[in-house]
């Protein structure tokens, strides 16, 4: 079935540094991938639609220049969160929209645990 | 390998009771959750199971047996807005997470 990857799994960084995320679909091509935020409470936040080619979508209050989004091709999308602060600590999640015929399905990332001392 | 395996799509009638399963193979155990997704919008947390039994939650409730690899998610009085897709996901020994691809449930009036 189709597959989902992140990189790193999980990452620890100093405040203030910089973090890149990776999100691959293995085997298929994915227009659209998304990223999610998942709290202590277990729910799932939508951060950002990211589109190949184009911009991402932020969802409001998600502050673009801290979590730049970058879809430069068809199966990789990265988030880079900026200037980490421990706030920022949580677990990353993306998704990849795959499209079959009228048939849309999301297929989950294992996630990226980022932990900012 | 890791392996979530659930049904792909599932048809109901309101007002009834459905049961959906999954079945999982990971290496460890933290956890299973299930989540509802409707059509275009983000995954809403539903429950989350880490040791063996039911757990009830209002009209859903889910079940654990991790000796068999097992849980399914139970919904009750069934509503037309229950119509959505339903993920299971276990978090394994390193806290990842592993997905199933995800039930579609269709209710009927």
């Known amino acids: 079935g189709a597959v989902v990857s992140q990189h790193p799994s999980r990452v620890i960084c100093k405040s203030g540094t910089s973090v890149k995320i990776e999100c691959r679909s293995l085997?298929?091509?994915?227009?659209?991938m998304f990223w999610y935020r998942q709290f202590p409470k277990k729910s799932l936040m939508l951060m950002a639609t990211?589109?190949?080619?184009?911009?991402?979508?932020?969802e409001q209050g998600v502050e673009k220049d801290k979590f730049l989004i970058n879809h430069a091709s068809l199966t990789l999308s990265t988030l880079t969160v900026t200037s980490a602060h421990p706030e920022d600590s949580s677990f990353y999640i993306c998704s990849a929209k795959r499209t079959s015929g009228k048939m849309e399905t999301q297929y989950f990332g294992p996630g990226t645990r980022l932990l900012v001392l | 390998g890791q392996n979530i395996d659930q049904p792909t799509e599932m048809t109901a009638t309101e007002g009834a009771i459905v049961q959906i399963n999954c079945t999982y193979q990971?290496?460890?155990?933290?956890?299973l959750f299930w989540y509802q997704q409707h059509a275009g919008e983000a995954p809403t947390f539903l429950s989350y199971n880490v040791l063996d039994g039911l757990e009830e939650k209002g009209r859903f409730s889910s079940f654990l047996s991790r000796s068999k690899g097992y849980s399914y998610l139970l919904l009750k009085e069934l509503q037309m807005k229950d119509s959505a897709s339903y993920l299971c996901a276990v978090m394994d020994s390193n806290y990842q997470l592993i997905w199933g691809a995800g039930t579609k449930l269709i209710i009927k009036p």
């Open positions: 085997d298929f091509q994915a227009t659209t």
């Open positions: 990971t290496s460890g155990f933290n956890g």
């Open positions: 990211s589109n190949e080619g184009s911009k991402a979508t932020y």
